[in-house]
């Protein structure tokens, strides 16, 4: 999706790009690099919790950190920031990132009745069913399956091997002979600027919709239950499974590998630690964790750094 380039800019370039303030020489920066493997005339950034480590002599290097984090001298060129990685972040999509051409690919699979929006990427061997109709500057990877009735919206993110709209695990024991099953037909919206992880899937409710707000992010290896509906900006890592019918609020955060039983409500803002699992509804603007999940905390708001 996206290709790393080569560029030539000056400190003073980039901190006035931030408008920030920087200390130490005007130096040239070529690339990005990361801190512990830090190369010469580059650009890179360091947190507060982490260790500054033995630098080579001689080596040209900017560091985006927090006031007196970081001794100017020896090379190093320091812009001041309060958030240092959104800085760096920014710094490195505005200057040293490219993204790849859109393409269908010819291998893959597109009925008569999908709409397709402009300047989309459909990669190798994705299936894409009559009722799926995708906005404009979307990237669909390869291996991707999109059936029945899908509703995708502009500048939206699938990576490749992602299942959505496949019929849920919907089976009720008819006797001791079988099982009933309930085939699934409604539908699945997903917003806009929604980053869909590689390998995740997506299941298609009874009637309906499963539900998916604007900017929300969810990771690699993620199962999201038919009926799901998750709210506006929440993010969702790596093995998180929700069951069906479950309601994610705004601004959430649900870590690695917790999962949340059926019909379970997440008020906005709330915090879900790693692999804790959720039975009960939560409330909003809280921090929870363990098995089940239990109350740690009431958030504090987060103050809005400056430039946000």
Known sequence: MYILKRNQLLASEIAGYLAAEYKGEDIVVYYPSGFMSQENNSITYLEENEALPELPAGLKLIVIARKGLVPEGKGITVIASDNP????????????????????????VIRDGAEIGINVNIGRNTFIDDG???GNNTYIGSNVVL????LLGNDCVIKDGAIIGADGYAFIREDDSG???????GTIEISEEVWIGANATIERPFFGATKIGRNVKVDDLVHLGQSVKIGQGSRITAGVVLADNVSIGRDCFLGINSSVREGIIIGDGTVIGMGSVVTSDLSKGCTYAGVPARLLNDRPKRRTPPNA
């Open 85 to 108: 990685r959104k800085d760096f972040y920014l710094v490195i999509n505005e200057f040293f990132t490219r993204r790849e051409a859109h393409v269908i690919h010819p291998t893959s």
């Open 132 to 134: 799926v109709k995708i």
């Open 147 to 150: 059936f029945g009735k899908i």
């Open 179 to 185: 099982f009933i099953y309930m085939p699934q037909f």
